[in-house]
Nanobody, 120 residues
Framework: QAQLVESGGGLVQAGGSLRLSCVASGRSFGSYVMAWFRQVPGKEREFVAA?????DYADSVKGRFTISRDNAKNTWYLQMNSLKPEDTAVYYC????????????????WGQGTQVTVSS
């Protein structure tokens, strides 16, 4: 059974950087769209970034975050720079077959989440 495991979250000061990783196992995700979403308590899980053959970003992170993938390692990453307190959330990696989408309902593989906290 396919499994996604995130790592790399933590506590960082505003303006700092973190790199999240998502390692997939159980099947190859080389042809899948890989994405990152985030969620804060009481709010909907929101799209952050996705990558098929190129990256797509939410306006709130464009220019600060970079999504990348290493198909040989079945792994994708989210490099987060110039972090802001409003980036504080639980970050989830996700995967789907087909075309890239910002809609979380289209993703059928999810990780368990990793907490990112940005202090002011």
């Amino acid at each position: 059974q396919a499994q996604l495991v995130e790592s790399g979250g933590g506590l960082v000061q505003a303006g700092g950087s973190l790199r999240l990783s998502c390692v997939a196992s159980g099947r190859s995700f080389g042809s899948y769209v890989m994405a990152w979403f985030r969620q804060v308590p009481g709010k909907e899980r929101e799209f952050v970034a996705a990558i098929s053959w190129r990256g797509d970003y939410a306006d709130s992170v464009k220019g600060r975050f970079t999504i990348s993938r290493d198909n040989a390692k079945n792994t994708w990453y989210l490099q987060m720079n110039s972090l802001k307190p409003e980036d504080t959330a639980v970050y989830y990696c996700a995967a789907r077959a087909g075309t890239s989408s910002r809609n979380r309902d289209g993703y059928n593989y999810w990780g368990q989440g990793t907490q990112v906290t940005v202090s002011s």
